[in-house]
């Protein structure tokens, strides 16, 4: 049973636009959330992140919007350019309940973002 | 700051045979994660290490395993290899994953492949 989902397989943006990735998530415990973007054999890179305590954060062009209510995040990214091309990365983790420590990451299935000129 | 190194990048094994693959942290990273990439089943946790210690396990087979160093650096094992097994294991790092509020920094993965 997937807890993170991505449902978009794929995304074709036009350079200069908005591009907007969605993620929804079933397990209520999770607290945490992040984007990673991935390019081609490499591992991947940490974008941005936000706690359940907020519903929105910013670092630059990239904003991560959480609807807790709805268990749905989105990740925007004003102005899309041709290097955001690559697979996009929805991730979640929650605390466990003893012993210290968290869960690992759960991923989705990533969203294959295409930046068009 | 180095990034997280993983060696070797590329590794080809038969069924049967055991492999094991290596990570460095980030220098001052306690926390070392290991996840497995595959096309059908996408990033899966397989397990966390924490000064020498495994704290935290995803829902692999005995066959996995790892471990971890004085000095962070951290191995997994897998013996009996499967051609399902093939896939791209990536290690993260994290200066103390102690809770959800902490970024996890990968390394290229290594692509191993079972024929």
């Known amino acids: 049973d997937q807890q993170v989902k991505q449902n978009s397989p794929s995304l074709s943006v036009q350079e200069g636009r908005i591009s907007i990735l969605n993620c929804d998530y079933t397990?209520?415990?999770?607290?945490?959330f992040l984007w990673y973007k991935k390019y081609p054999a490499e591992g991947p890179t940490f974008l941005i992140s936000?706690?359940?305590?907020?519903d929105k954060n910013e670092d630059g062009r990239f904003t991560v919007f959480l609807n807790k209510s709805a268990k749905h995040l989105s990740l925007h990214i004003v102005p899309s350019q041709p290097g955001d091309s690559a697979v996009y990365f929805c991730a979640a983790s929650g605390r466990r309940g003893s012993g210290g420590g968290a869960d690992g990451l759960t991923f989705g299935k990533g969203t294959h973002l295409i930046i068009q000129p | 700051k180095a990034g997280v190194t993983q060696t070797p990048r590329y590794l080809i094994k038969t069924r049967g045979q055991q492999v094991t693959l290596s990570c460095s942290p980030i220098?001052?990273?306690?926390?070392v994660s290991w996840y497995q990439q595959t096309p059908g089943q996408g990033l899966q946790f397989l397990f966390e290490y924490f000064s020498e210690t495994q704290r935290n396990k995803g829902n692999f087979p005995g066959r996995f395993s790892g471990r971890q160093f004085s000095n962070s650096r951290s191995e997994m094992n897998v013996s009996t290899l499967e051609l399902g097994d093939s896939a791209l294991y990536l290690c993260?790092?994290?200066?103390?994953?102690?809770?959800?509020?902490?970024?996890?920094?990968f390394g290229p993965g290594t692509r191993l492949l079972v024929l």
């Open positions: 397990n209520s415990m999770f607290d945490y």
């Open positions: 993260a790092s994290s200066v103390n994953l102690a809770g959800p509020g902490e970024t996890q920094y």
């Open positions: 220098s001052g990273h306690r926390s």
């Open positions: 936000i706690s359940s305590i907020k």
